[in-house]
């Protein structure tokens, strides 16, 4: 079992930017790759990013590439979603998962805004 509790969420101007973290508990996260997703308000729950377990490998939405980096630090059970040049499509609230494409494990996310 995998506990994953996401933090960093907020609200930010248009261009803005933010950190968003996500610490694991329970069984060895360094095992796992991981990954990020989000849904907005009315829309399907859609992937943002993922990395390896080893953070060799990182996979980008279409949408966010160019501006989202999705760093880890196994030492600290923690994966990032580091987000950039931020635009109101960005709203919604953010879930990090274990293991990408087809997570076992969800957090319960963090809302992030982004106004105009």
């Known amino acids: 079992q995998v506990q994953l509790v996401e933090s960093g969420g907020g609200l930010v101007q248009a261009g803005g930017s933010l950190r968003l973290s996500c610490a694991a508990s329970?069984?060895?996260?360094?095992?796992?790759?991981m990954g990020w997703f989000r849904q907005a308000p009315g829309k399907e729950r859609e992937f943002v990013a993922a990395i390896s377990w080893s953070g060799g490998s990182t996979y980008y939405a279409d949408s966010v590439k160019g501006r989202f980096t999705i760093p880890r630090d196994n030492a600290k059970n923690t994966v990032y979603l580091q987000m950039n040049s931020l635009k109101p499509e960005d709203t919604a609230v953010y879930y990090c998962?274990?293991?990408?494409?087809?997570?076992?494990?969800w957090g319960k996310g963090t809302l992030v805004t982004v106004s105009s």
């Open positions: 329970g069984r060895s996260f360094s095992s796992y790759a």
């Open positions: 998962a274990a293991p990408p494409p087809q997570p076992d494990y």
